[in-house]
């Protein structure tokens, strides 16, 4: 069965600090990835995503992740952390079209 | 441009109540899915349908039901609900050639 790992439940960084947020899966084949957001009191919104071809992808809001196939890893990045980037993030991976299956999220917390 | 609409947004039961969450979308997808989150367990499956007329169990569906009504419409039924219960409830959507999903605003519900 796959797996997402998201080693770091809370991360405090400093406002306009660069950022890198970890995500490691577990599946046997390459699969498609996924990074999401979640602000309080709200939905999933979809940053990015990875299915195949370049393996640095670019998403909304200025993240963007990489994918690394030697490392199981899709982590990711931003240079310059705004506050109003304080949230939730959650990585998914899913096999094809099959359900995805999510990390535990991790919290983001922007300090002045 | 709905996307996809949960309701009720908040709800409150009693042990033992029933009670049905309705989520539809408009974005004329195939596939539908319940999840559930709760604090440190992250996104997990309750059901899902990959097409109208068919539904699947996911990671936790003991205690509730589905119904894919129609194309638009899939709910998810407490019939008898628990403490155990209490969570936030996340309808999403998918559609044929794009693992990616869409989430609705979510139901905080309550048994107390």
């Not at chain 1, 979640?38 to 990875?50: R, T």
Request: some cysteine; overall charge positive; charged content about 15%.
């Amino acid at each position: 069965a796959q797996s997402v790992t998201q080693p770091d439940i809370h991360i405090t960084v400093s406002e306009g600090a660069s950022l890198e947020l970890r995500c490691n899966y577990s599946y046997g084949a390459t699969p498609y990835l996924f990074w999401y957001v979640q602000s309080p009191g709200q939905g999933l919104q979809l940053l990015l995503k990875y299915f195949s071809g370049d393996t640095l992808v670019q998403g909304i809001k200025g993240f963007e992740a990489e994918f690394k196939r030697s490392q199981s890893s899709f982590n990711l990045r931003k240079p310059s952390v705004h506050w109003s980037d304080a949230a939730e993030y959650v990585c998914a991976v899913s096999r094809g079209y099959s359900t995805l299956t999510f990390g535990k999220g991790t919290m983001l917390l922007v300090s002045p | 441009n709905a996307g996809v609409t949960q309701t009720p947004k908040f709800q409150v039961l009693k042990t033992g109540q029933s009670m049905t969450l309705q989520c539809a979308q408009d974005m004329n997808h195939n596939s539908m899915y319940w999840y559930r989150q709760d604090p440190g367990m992250g996104l997990r499956l309750i059901y899902y349908s990959a097409s109208e007329g068919t539904t699947d169990k996911g990671e936790v569906p003991n205690g509730y039901n589905v119904s894919r009504l129609n194309k638009r419409e899939f709910s998810l039924r407490l019939e008898s609900a628990a403490p155990s219960q209490t969570s936030v409830y996340f309808c999403a959507s998918s559609g044929n050639r794009v693992p990616e999903a869409f989430f609705g605003q979510g139901t905080r519900l309550t048994v107390v």
